[in-house]
């Protein structure tokens, strides 16, 4: 790749400038400092930004000037431009040993990708900056659009996942520490071991519509399986008198208490996140049922887990299907022949779910001549934009990133799909860890906890210990609508709340 840079001149004041290849100058060839005040003026208070064309750096050390604890990412074109510059210019390689700056090169996407996903908080550092370095935007607009629409796609990503985090930050922390006082409960009483037959073929249930043709399949070789519903596809399983050999959830409202309202088996392994909402794990607990419980990537679920013998199961969720964790728990346990039924992933036959799901009780309940359930489930699937997908069936975005990421997971070349169904050939070796109720040294969780957040309360700069309280920072402030509040605010409030719970385990 060509160089955007061929040499560098000194400036009046004797800074050195680089120059591009069409013989513009980066900065002022006069005074770089003094111009570099003026990038970004309004830019006051900013916590985080991204910046397009490193360029001396001279404007990005004026930024970190004016805003000391943020956080900056230079974009450059290639990594030979950053290394000709960080070679030749002073200023940048100063920057460089900046921990507070980023570079990264326009030339390898996924590396600025990595860099904005793992790097930009929307709930420690609130909304952010993006701006050019005008003469390098001008030296090249279509790569300095092209970056731009990616920097848009990354942050769609990012923003999505903070929407989730700003909807049930609150309720996963509550779920967290009421499922460690089950867990704690738990350890007091006899453990039950757990065990699975991976000679078995691992059938994972969906509830997609086309689970009515497929349980009868299943019903007819129920022998050959070990099944393993996801939330939504339990309650249909058992109104047929499907034995259930382990269900799944992921879900973290209340509503999905409402899959397991139905007629309890002490063999059933409950399979739970230590997010997904606390009354599922309490009534399990209480029926004297066995539960594993698992990490779908809630940091505070990773923090308590280094207090644990082994750290909690950490199972993918794509994004937020359970169809995916149900799988990542067969492929846990050593399964290599696994089959995923009523995996639709579209509203394939003119409804959500199959026969017999909750939302049957739900729409039917109070269903009149005038207002009945295919008007409810017409309101349900409308509800966002649909599109139809290869098979000509009705599918929104959602529903197609689970499908992709799926099918990702799993490996194009390691499964075959037929109708709705996959069946799927994994080279797994069994993991004993999964299937061990954790035992946690809840003294040493509560006092590791508190010594961190002492050290947060401490600290404004962005510790690791942080990460723990990020998901209910991000509630907090989307709780505060339009009187947004400040980081430091956010942080009180998800202190206080903690420490709250953490005295009550």
Request: proline share 4%; with cysteine.
């Amino acid at each position: 790749m060509a160089l955007f840079y061929n040499r560098v001149e000194e400036a009046k004041n004797n800074l050195k400038v680089p120059v591009f290849n069409s013989g513009r100058p980066a900065h002022s060839k006069y005074n770089p400092e003094r111009e570099a005040q003026n990038f970004l003026p309004q830019a006051q208070n900013f916590s985080f930004a991204i910046i397009l064309g490193a360029g001396g750096g001279y404007h990005i050390q004026s930024l970190l000037e004016r805003n000391p604890s943020s956080k900056i990412i230079a974009v450059e074109n290639s990594l030979e431009d950053l290394d000709f510059l960080k070679t030749n210019i002073p200023c940048v390689s100063e920057l460089f040993r900046d921990g507070r700056v980023i570079f990264c090169a326009a030339a390898r996407p996924n590396d600025l990708e990595e860099a904005i996903v793992n790097n930009y908080l929307p709930a420690y550092y609130g909304d952010l900056q993006i701006a050019a370095l005008r003469p390098w935007a001008q030296e090249d607009e279509s790569l300095c659009q092209s970056v731009m629409e990616r920097i848009k796609g990354c942050l769609k990503k990012v923003s999505a996942d903070y929407s989730v985090q700003a909807r049930f930050g609150g309720l996963w922390q509550k779920n967290i520490f009421c499922n460690l006082q089950t867990l704690k409960k738990s350890q007091e009483s006899p453990r039950k071991e757990i065990d699975v037959d991976t000679e078995k073929t691992a059938a994972i249930i969906a509830a997609g519509p086309s689970l009515d043709q497929s349980l009868k399949t299943l019903e007819e070789r129920r022998e050959k399986y070990f099944v393993i519903a996801t939330d939504t596809g339990y309650k249909i399983l058992k109104r047929r008198n499907i034995k259930v050999d382990a269900a799944v959830s992921i879900d973290a409202q209340a509503l999905s208490a409402e899959h397991f309202n139905a007629p309890f088996d002490k063999d059933t392994i409950f399979v739970l996140d230590l997010a997904a909402n606390h009354s599922i794990a309490n009534f399990v607990y209480n029926k004297g049922g066995k539960i594993i419980f698992s990490n779908g990537g809630h940091p505070l679920i990773t923090l308590a887990g280094l207090c644990c013998e082994n750290p909690f199961a950490r199972l993918q969720s794509g994004g937020g299907t359970v169809t995916m964790a149900a799988l990542d728990f067969a492929k846990n346990c050593g399964f290599s022949d696994i089959e995923i039924f009523g995996a639709d992933f579209a509203y394939s036959q003119g409804k959500p779910y199959a026969r017999g799901s909750y939302l049957d009780d739900l729409y039917k309940k109070d269903e009149s001549r005038v207002h009945n359930s295919q008007s409810a489930y017409a309101r349900l699937m409308f509800r966002t934009p649909l599109q139809k997908n290869a098979a000509g069936f009705l599918q929104n975005e959602v529903l197609l990133s689970y499908q992709n990421s799926l099918e990702e997971f799993l490996g194009k070349e390691n499964f075959c799909r037929k109708g709705f169904d996959y069946h799927c050939k994994l080279s797994c070796g069994q993991n004993k860890k999964i299937l061990s109720q954790n035992k946690m040294d809840f003294d040493k969780f509560k006092a590791a906890l508190k010594s961190g957040l002492e050290e947060i309360e401490n600290s404004d700069e962005l510790l690791p210990q942080l990460s723990a309280l990020l998901p209910y920072m991000a509630f907090c402030r989307n709780k505060a609508g339009a009187n947004k509040i400040s980081t430091k605010e956010a942080k009180k409030l998800a202190l206080e709340r903690i420490l709250l719970y953490n005295s009550r385990i």
